[in-house]
């Protein structure tokens, strides 16, 4: 499947103070045909997921309306979005030739997390959900509960992400800044995180020993620098666009 091609929207280096959240209805275009394709689409993957034993919901997330950045403050207008939508779009045959309004820009946070001791933090997937993935970033889709209001929000989505996937707290993390976003390969929109913790891989090591993880995580694998930039590079268009961001 050909893609509209990943590519940096802003960067900034955004704490939450930075950043005014907009909550208005969603203005993806729509049209029968294109609905119609979708549920379709939905029962098919949901039926395909039951028979695999994969896990698979519909739950309510965020989209981007719009964006744009004043005197160093990020503005955005967040929409909503049925995760049936925002999976099941890319499945609609004529999806790539739909013009921008169409295009689901669900909101996902994604960050590159170093530990104290210039570690990099990726996690390894166990392959039950429908993440086919083996290995990937720390973050996850940006969802309306709790609801988001602020650039607190914002931040907070990530941070809840990274003490469910990693069991890092937010008072062990040193510094989170959002330095891009990032319009993802087939239309999704990407809220880039670096974040330095005030934890050593040894501590996290000892942590991680015998602990439960996430289900659809197999483990947390450290790198290092240019290991990590390696792993990026080998990756999907995505993760080589943060890559490259991170080697600027």
């Avoid at 309004?101 to 933090?121: C, N, P």
């Avoid at 996690?123 to 429908?130: A, H, I, N, P």
């Avoid at 707290?169 to 390969?185: F, G, Y």
């Amino acid at each position: 499947m050909e893609d509209f091609g990943a590519k940096v929207l802003i960067s900034g280096d955004f704490v939450p103070q930075d950043a005014i959240v907009a909550l208005q209805p969603s203005n993806r275009q729509i049209d029968n045909e294109t609905e119609n394709q979708i549920e379709r689409v939905w029962r098919e993957k949901v039926a395909g997921a039951e028979r695999n034993g994969k896990l698979l919901y519909n739950g309510l997330s965020y989209r981007l309306n719009s964006y744009r950045v004043v005197d160093d403050k990020l503005f955005l207008d967040l929409g909503t979005l049925e995760y049936k939508v925002r999976d099941g779009l890319i499945a609609v045959p004529r999806y790539l030739s739909l013009p921008e309004s169409y295009w689901r820009k669900g909101l996902y946070s994604t960050a590159t997390v170093r530990t104290s001791d210039a570690q990099y933090l990726m996690v390894e997937l166990s392959g039950k959900s429908m993440n086919t993935n083996t290995i990937d970033l720390i973050g996850g889709v940006v969802e309306t509960e709790p609801k988001i209001h602020d650039g607190n929000g914002i931040f907070e989505s990530f941070l809840r992400e990274l003490e469910e996937e990693a069991l890092v707290a937010r008072e062990e993390v040193e510094s989170c800044r959002l330095k891009s976003l990032m319009q993802e390969r087939r239309g999704n929109i990407a809220l880039y995180f670096e974040v330095l913790l005030r934890l050593s891989s040894a501590d996290l090591r000892q942590r991680y020993a015998g602990a439960a993880l996430e289900n659809d995580i197999k483990a947390v694998a450290f790198f290092n620098r240019d290991e990590y930039l390696e792993t990026l590079r080998r990756h999907n268009p995505n993760k080589q666009l943060v890559g490259q961001v991170l080697a600027i």
